[in-house]
């Protein structure tokens, strides 16, 4: 069936070091991949996407790679900041007719 | 361009009682979504809506949960009667047609059952 797993967390970094998150996916055909973030005391809110294999998301610092090989869409950015801190969740969609898949999301803690 | 709207954000009730969620998603999302969201877990989709029509309730608990949509617009969930188990924040997501799997959230609204 169709799957997405997250490393778990909680990840706790000091700022401005360097982030991943693993995600990797179980999934049939060729599913649009996602990350969603969500800040304390909010809603979900989607941070970047990518359709299609080798696509790379990236949205406020953060980056993701659609790699189909390693069935992988790792969440990185460069240098966090404190106001990085929350829950991210990467998720998969086969298509519109389908229902997103939700990993059990990683919370991030970042340190000044 | 306004957000998903629900309300309440927060809702306390005795167990035993009635509680109705409301939501009024993105003007001209037909694909509209609620999801239950326990503490420290991921959503899990309750019933997703195109247009008014229900086509995916597979999980909702249809003994003591209903939902509905009228006119393909604003959505209405209601728990009868509550329990204590149901405590969670409730999600309502809202998605075009044209972007699959890019859902729009509100807030929440997080339910306390006493």
């Known amino acids: 069936g169709n799957s997405v797993t997250q490393m778990e967390g909680p990840v706790t970094l000091s700022e401005e070091a360097f982030l991943t998150i693993n995600c990797t996916y179980t999934a049939t055909g060729y599913p649009s991949l996602f990350w969603y973030v969500q800040y304390p005391g909010e809603g979900l809110q989607l941070l970047l996407k990518?359709?299609?294999a080798d696509d790379k998301g990236s949205n406020k610092g953060f980056e993701a790679t659609y790699r189909k090989e390693t069935t992988s869409f790792h969440l990185e950015k460069g240098s966090v900041q404190v106001s990085d801190s929350a829950v991210y969740f990467c998720?998969?969609?086969?298509?519109?007719?389908?229902?997103?898949?939700w990993g059990a999301g990683t919370k991030l803690i970042i340190k000044p | 361009e306004a957000g998903v709207v629900q309300s309440p954000r927060y809702k306390i009730i005795e167990k035993k009682q009635p509680v109705a969620f409301w939501c009024n998603p993105i003007?001209?999302?037909?694909?509209l979504y609620w999801y239950l969201q326990n503490l420290g877990q991921g959503p899990e989709l309750l019933i997703r809506y195109e247009n008014e029509e229900a086509v995916d309730d597979s999980q909702l608990p249809k003994d003591r949960f209903s939902a509905e949509r009228l006119k393909g617009v604003d959505s209405t969930l209601k728990i009868q009667p509550a329990e204590l188990g149901d405590s969670a924040v409730y999600l309502c997501?809202?998605?075009?047609?044209?972007?699959?799997?890019?859902?729009?959230f509100g807030e929440g609204s997080r339910l306390t059952v006493l």
């Open positions: 997501a809202s998605s075009s047609p044209s972007q699959p799997g890019e859902l729009f």
């Open positions: 003007s001209g999302h037909n694909t």
């Open positions: 990518a359709t299609k």
């Open positions: 998720a998969l969609n086969r298509g519109s007719n389908y229902q997103l898949i």
